[in-house]
């Protein structure tokens, strides 16, 4: 069979026959018939090109397409450092969850051996931080490692997938047809046995408790548990990364979120439980060790994955199947009226009040800053439920994990596994591209914020209603408090003074400041009212922020 395409056009015909609607990336030789075809292209189908300043941003965004629509996001940079750039990107992305495929120019098959310019090993560079790293060879296998790298990126545990592409297969001749659109690969759901077992465990636990993980805060996951919950009405804890799936009607349920420091009320509802359910938790967000020691009671494991064991983690029960369809099943085997006994119902109401009087304000005085609980409320006074808040990573993601509540899966977005320092913006130009007409705020450190900061130029481009808050208070703030706590001093945490007002303008972004509870309001309300993006710089009091690692269970 002869036709007339070669692997650049293919590779394009490859991504419109798998729905891909974007490709992030900087140009360079290697790539640039991709581009040009990309750039060019008639074909309405064709994804878009969105061109950034720089290439880890690029698959930082892709990640975000991928964590907020199940499909991989696409990134494609040249050689040479422009793949060495997709690193960070990538092995946060395969650490939490989010299907990317990252392609990447390579230097002509016939220079792969010599030392030549822009020649890296790339595939063996990126090997440790996607789940699939490969290089093509001819032309005609372009298609199908392009399939197959879309496949293996959204399969259980998801993650990120790297193609090297020699520049000289991008303008082979192609003899073969594309590889057709994939069809969805299903899981079954839980076995009758272990579905019988499960339900007698939750009818006789006396404090049955559920973790919520990154795997279990899909839209079909969450609807299955809400619909668990409205016949059981089980406490539940988040990780970071399964934020929002409890609904308004189930907030007496939700007992906040564990992550990071082992002193919250949701790390004392499960050490105190005698049975835990597991709905997708993975432990890079959160390890058992900190959350499960000493627990005499069962654990069981509903999961996409087989659980990675450890001395802490030992499931009673595992299953293994699709999240949704085993919850469902669990649901409907419930018996009606099962209740908690009234003691166990008397301890919860105690935890809730407890929980909801971490919310209260403290005073402020002039000059010191904006309390960052002041920030959460007037944020939560302020989004709706169809808002997108990603957060960046510093104090402040501290403060918004224990405190901002979010009753939408996949609505608050946080980098657990990694912590990765620059995720905010680029996730929120994600948002703002897969949900227009959305509101979407993303909040960074003063820190973190300049890791990608100059994405705020591709947000201007793009003119993506993304409003961008800094807490700002000139250190590394995450790194100071703990460094005072273990030594009673700090090392290498300050940071010089920027104007964010004027750096915002010089993209062509409003700029505001609010110093105070009242200019938050008023900015925040002028920023959402705004078209294109606008940034508020908001100098914070972290006064508070020592009793992460001071405060103790004890305390609560």
């Known amino acids: 069979?002869?036709?007339?395409?070669?692997?650049?056009?293919?590779?394009?015909?490859?991504?419109?026959?798998?729905?891909?609607?974007?490709?992030?990336?900087?140009?360079?030789?290697?790539?640039?018939?991709?581009?040009?075809?990309?750039?060019?292209?008639?074909?309405?189908?064709?994804?878009?090109?969105?061109?950034?300043?720089?290439?880890?941003?690029?698959?930082?965004i892709a990640a975000g397409i991928g964590r907020l629509t199940g499909v991989p996001g696409v990134v494609a940079v040249t050689s040479g450092p422009g793949v060495s750039n997709l690193a960070t990107g990538?092995?946060?992305?395969?650490?939490?969850?989010?299907?990317?495929?990252?392609?990447?120019?390579?230097?002509?098959?016939g220079d792969l051996s010599r030392l030549t310019h822009q020649s890296i090993a790339s595939t063996a560079l990126l090997k440790a931080a996607t789940?699939?790293?490969?290089?093509?060879?001819?032309?005609?296998?372009?298609?199908?490692v392009f399939a197959n790298a879309y496949n293996e990126a959204v399969s259980p545990k998801p993650g990120a997938t790297f193609i090297s592409i020699p520049k000289d297969v991008l303008s082979e001749p192609v003899t073969v047809p594309e590889i057709k659109a994939l069809k969805p690969v299903h899981q079954g759901q839980i076995d009758t046995e272990s579905l019988a077992t499960l339900v007698s465990q939750l009818k006789t636990a006396k404090r049955p408790a559920i973790l919520v993980g990154m795997r279990g805060s899909t839209p079909a996951v969450a609807e299955a548990l809400q619909k668990l919950l409205r016949?059981?009405?089980?406490?539940?804890?988040?990780?970071?990364?399964?934020?929002?799936?409890?609904?308004?009607?189930?907030?007496?349920?939700?007992?906040?979120?564990?992550?990071?420091?082992?002193?919250?009320?949701?790390?004392?509802?499960?050490?105190?439980?005698?049975?835990?359910?597991?709905?997708?938790?993975?432990?890079?967000?959160?390890?058992?060790?900190?959350?499960?020691?000493?627990?005499?009671?069962?654990?069981?494991?509903?999961?996409?994955?087989?659980?990675?064991?450890?001395?802490?983690?030992?499931?009673?029960?595992?299953?293994?199947?699709?999240?949704?369809?085993?919850?469902?099943?669990?649901a409907a085997a419930l018996p009606e009226g099962l209740v908690l006994a009234d003691e166990q119902q008397?301890?919860?109401?105690?935890?809730?009040?407890?929980?909801?009087?971490?919310?209260?304000?403290?005073d402020s005085k002039p000059g010191q800053g904006v309390h960052p609980l002041a920030i959460v409320a007037e944020l939560q006074r302020q989004v709706t439920d169809e808002t997108t808040v990603t957060v960046d990573v510093g104090s402040h993601y501290i403060w918004m994990d224990r405190h901002f509540r979010s009753y939408n899966p996949r609505h608050l977005l946080f980098s657990n596994g990694m912590q990765t320092l620059g995720v905010a913006l680029p996730w929120a130009i994600a948002a703002a591209l897969v949900r227009p007409g959305k509101p979407v705020i993303s909040i960074s450190g003063d820190g973190g914020f300049l890791f990608s900061g100059q994405e705020l130029e591709t947000a201007v481009r793009l003119n993506l209603n993304i409003v961008q808050l800094i807490w700002n208070d000139g250190f590394y703030d995450m790194v100071k408090f703990q460094e005072k706590a273990h030594?009673?001093?700090?090392?290498?945490?300050?940071?010089?003074?920027?104007?964010?007002?004027?750096?915002?303008?010089?993209?062509?972004?409003?700029?505001?400041?609010?110093?105070?509870p009242a200019e938050l309001q008023a900015a925040l309300t002028q920023a959402l009212a705004t078209d294109g993006p606008s940034l508020i710089d908001i100098p914070v009091d972290y006064r508070d922020n020592i009793r992460f690692v001071t405060d103790s269970l004890a305390d609560l």
């Open 1 to 60: 069979m002869t036709i007339s395409k070669n692997g650049a056009a293919a590779l394009v015909q490859s991504m419109i026959n798998q729905g891909v609607k974007y490709v992030f990336g900087i140009p360079g030789a290697k790539v640039d018939q991709l581009f040009d075809l990309l750039e060019n292209t008639d074909n309405p189908a064709a994804p878009q090109l969105i061109v950034t300043r720089h290439e880890q941003n690029a698959a930082l």
């Open 90 to 109: 990538l092995i946060t992305a395969t650490s939490e969850a989010d299907p990317v495929i990252a392609i990447g120019g390579q230097v002509p098959r």
């Open 131 to 144: 789940k699939s790293s490969v290089e093509v060879e001819t032309a005609d296998n372009l298609s199908e």
């Open 231 to 330: 016949r059981y009405h089980v406490p539940v804890v988040e990780t970071f990364q399964g934020s929002g799936v409890i609904s308004h009607d189930l907030e007496d349920q939700f007992f906040g979120r564990v992550g990071l420091f082992h002193n919250q009320i949701g790390d004392q509802l499960l050490q105190n439980s005698d049975l835990v359910l597991t709905v997708g938790y993975d432990p890079v967000e959160y390890e058992a060790r900190f959350w499960n020691p000493d627990r005499t009671g069962q654990t069981v494991a509903i999961d996409s994955v087989t659980p990675e064991i450890s001395t802490d983690y030992q499931p009673d029960l595992t299953v293994v199947a699709d999240i949704a369809a085993s919850l469902n099943a669990v």
């Open 346 to 362: 008397r301890e919860l109401q105690d935890l809730r009040t407890t929980f909801a009087a971490q919310n209260t304000v403290p």
């Open 487 to 516: 030594y009673g001093r700090d090392a290498g945490v300050t940071l010089g003074a920027v104007d964010y007002v004027k750096y915002a303008e010089s993209f062509g972004a409003q700029g505001l400041r609010a110093e105070t």
